[in-house]
């Protein structure tokens, strides 16, 4: 189970790896918990009357788009964008968004969502949202709430039969390192790098870099994951800077996409190779009660 705050972000982060898990026969659910309604139309083709008018249905239209490229299962968990507060003085957030609901209540509709698909992995974004978005920091809240709760039974009692997932990770996908092995690897071969002015001063931060913890090799699905992006024309500038990097060039300066191991509750070595790496054995089978509460959560 991926959960992420806008349609587009199941695409932008770990698509790669959602495709190649789809082609092992692993069944994937996005939920996605808000419609997007407030975003920006960030591609210049599509920045028409017509469509700022109908934002809402189109990017809807666009998820299904995407959900079929990526061969995922996806629901709306149904809150309503927050939009980005901008300036110095940003407005409060408006009442109805998702950045505004209540932790508690939000995640009650994440822990249904749980107990209903049952998913052995979770992956989300860290405690800065991956970036300071409103709704991807609720998003991290949210998940790890119902991480904590969709196994106890006094939680939520009229979201279904508990169940606890047994991995939770979260998204590293545009860390320093991968900007500059894709930036020398663009140099070396005299193409123009598009990242040369993002990593001028990004300094480093080795803690923030070892928190990487599981590199999934994923190459072979890279143009999967750029059709799915594509499927998002609000969103997505084909004639941007997500695509300047060959795709060959992608596949041999970083063939992985990146997560950090958050929550474990099953024996595994870092660095891992798999997002599934100790729970191999379950495949094709369900845990019972008893298993879940044999097993205790550690951090990793």
């Known amino acids: 189970m991926h959960v992420h705050a806008h349609p587009d972000d199941e695409s932008s982060k ?18 996605t918990c808000t419609g997007g309604e407030r975003g920006s139309i ?12 109908n934002l809402a249905e189109i990017r809807r239209e666009e998820m299904d788009r995407a ?19 901008e300036g110095d003085s940003p407005e409060p957030l408006p009442e109805d968004s ?18 209903e698909f049952r998913p052995h992995v979770v992956t989300t974004y860290d405690e800065n949202g ?19 709760a969709a196994g106890d039974p006094d939680a939520y ?19 320093r390192e991968r900007m500059i092995a894709l930036h020398e690897a663009m140099v070396s071969r005299g ?16 803690a923030h870099a070892a928190r990487i913890t599981t590199r999934v090799p994923c190459a072979d699905y890279f143009a999967v994951r750029d059709k799915a992006l594509l499927a998002h024309a609000t969103q997505i500038d084909p004639d941007g800077s997500w695509f300047a990097c060959p795709l060959d060039v ?51």
Do not use: C
């Not at 990526?70 to 980005?84: A, E, K, T």
């Not at 991956?130 to 904590?148: L, Q």
């Not at 094709?284 to 097993?295: F, I, N």
């Open 191 to 206: 193409l123009e790098s598009p990242y040369a002015e993002r990593i001028k001063d990004w300094k480093p931060d080795p």
């Open 250 to 300: 992608q596949a041999a300066a970083w063939p992985t996409e990146d997560f950090e191991l958050a929550r474990s509750l099953v024996e595994t070595t870092t660095p891992e190779d798999d997002l599934f790496a100790g729970l191999r054995h379950l495949a094709g089978q369900r845990r019972s009660d008893d298993t879940t509460d044999a097993l205790a959560p550690e951090a990793s």
């Open 98 to 115: 998702f950045g505004a609901t209540p932790v508690e209540e939000a995640a009650g509709a994440l822990v249904k969502v749980m107990r």
């Open 67 to 85: 959900r079929e490229i990526l061969g995922v299962q996806q629901v709306w968990l149904g809150f309503v964008d927050s939009g980005f507060p």
């Open 42 to 53: 960030l591609n210049p083709q599509m920045d028409r009357p017509e469509v700022l008018a």
């Open 130 to 148: 991956g970036y300071p978005h409103p709704d991807h920091i609720m998003t991290h809240k949210i998940t790890i709430a119902a991480w904590e």
């Open 14 to 31: 770990g698509a790669a790896s959602t495709a190649r898990y789809v082609a092992e026969g692993v069944e994937v659910l996005v939920v």
């Open 157 to 175: 009692p009229d979201a279904g039969e508990p169940w606890h997932p047994l991995k939770l990770y979260y998204h590293h996908s545009f860390h």
